[in-house]
């Protein structure tokens, strides 16, 4: 059952409770009244066991107009994201430049080039030797025996010298271990790299960014934007759904997003995490929510292609009652069967038994917003059922609740 707390309570004449849970999705509440979303928001968030930031100034204030201006920049950045299928294109066009590949080698056999100070192994030629990022060459000093700090010790000397410290520790290793070592191509220098050394129990064909990719592409819900920012240790992706297309108040979600974290190069576990970007006070003052998310594997071990698919499925789960309830793609227009608010309100009678009376004032009070109304909309007949029952006694004011908490949970559904 979703029941609004009492804080919101107190803010409303009545509270909206939604008895009914034979459907886990709500449908679009964006455009209801503040105290009915906010009333959807919380009651969501205590579902998904999201923790929603407080507000600085009381909840359902307007924004001022240095806030509003503040949430047009947001909405235009957004809005410069690309969709889901062209940041997705985008990412496998890096992805193959990178051509990511791993090798076994013995590490303690692999010696630095004196010129550029660059590796090689058995049978590879110094010229082709291969560069490294901080992390990689940390990694392949671990494996060499030297004593915490030898990595950035090396680093810090010239090429010559380096090299003749590096070579001399790898002579006189005593481990004989078969390691992969994993490389990419660095795009500007077009010269590959080695970002780490792992175990070939940490694939990189079964845990690395495509897998994501495949993931993301699989299953997500309407109108999202990526984000992705991909250097050599970590990969970070954010979906994000605007839910800005409408008047603001202190309180509301204005982008809901689930967050991914990926490291091919054991930097980091595989990360995700719903969020919500709550309004915070009257100049947009934002920040996200905490909660509900989920490490996959630490060390990557398995194949993460039958790992992050289920974790990822939880997550959208999570994020998807808040898509459909506040996010801009889902706004719901009247259905076919009844394009008129006439003719939804006679459906609304019979469906859930509302007397002659409440249809009237429904009707009268549809616009009692003005021009901050929902309008022709799902969330204008639910604001309108709910201004109405405002007005009735406590026992009509419940079925007609009923009647608007079923909508809410189903949406035209449940007129069907």
Request: hydrophobic share 40%; proline share 5%.
């Amino acid at each position: 059952m979703y029941t609004p707390n009492a804080e919101n309570a107190a803010r409303a004449p009545r509270r909206l409770v939604i008895e009914d849970e034979s459907s886990p999705t709500p449908a679009y509440v964006g455009e209801a009244s503040f105290e009915e979303r906010n009333a959807a928001l919380k009651a969501l968030a205590i579902e998904a066991g999201i923790r929603l930031p407080d507000t600085r100034v009381p909840e359902g204030e307007s924004l001022l107009p240095i806030g509003e201006e503040n949430k047009r920049k947001l909405a235009s950045d957004v809005a410069k994201l690309p969709g889901v299928s062209d940041g997705l294109t985008a990412l496998r066009s890096v992805i193959t430049a990178q051509d990511a590949r791993d090798s076994k080698v013995q590490i303690q056999r692999v010696r630095m080039d004196s010129e550029r100070a660059g590796l090689f192994g058995p049978g590879q030629n110094a010229s082709d030797a291969l560069a490294y990022t901080d992390s990689g060459f940390g990694h392949v000093v671990s494996y060499l025996d030297g004593p915490r700090g030898t990595a950035g010790v090396l680093a810090s000397l010239r090429p010559a010298a380096r090299a003749a410290a590096f070579n001399d520790l790898a002579e006189r290793a005593r481990r004989n271990d078969a390691v992969v070592i994993r490389t990419i191509v660095e795009p500007r220098s077009g010269r590959r790299v080695v970002r780490a050394v792992t175990s070939e129990r940490h694939s990189l064909t079964t845990g690395d960014d495509t897998v994501i990719a495949d993931a993301i592409a699989a299953s997500v819900p309407a109108g999202a934007k990526l984000r992705v920012t991909k250097t050599p240790d970590r990969s970070d992706f954010e979906l994000v759904w605007p839910a800005m297309d409408r008047e603001l108040r202190v309180g509301d979600v204005a982008l809901i997003a689930l967050s991914i974290s990926n490291s091919e190069t054991k930097a980091g576990s595989l990360k995700v995490a719903p969020k919500l970007l709550r309004v915070l006070c009257y100049n947009f003052t934002t920040a996200y929510s905490e909660g509900a998310d989920e490490e996959i594997s630490l060390k990557h071990v398995g194949d993460l292609r039958t790992k992050l698919p289920a974790a990822f499925a939880r997550a959208l789960k999570v994020v998807d009652p808040f898509v459909r309830a506040f996010g801009d793609a889902y706004k719901a227009a009247f259905p076919t069967f009844a394009p008129t608010r006439g003719e939804l309100l006679d459906r609304v009678a019979k469906k859930f038994e509302l007397a002659e009376s409440t249809l009237d004032l429904s009707g009268q009070l549809w616009d009692a917003d003005g021009s901050k109304t929902a309008g022709d909309t799902l969330a204008g007949l639910v604001n309108a059922l709910t201004r109405a029952s405002q007005e009735q006694t406590m026992e009509s004011a419940a079925v007609t609740e009923r009647a608007a908490g079923r909508l809410i949970v189903e949406g035209w559904g449940a007129l069907a």
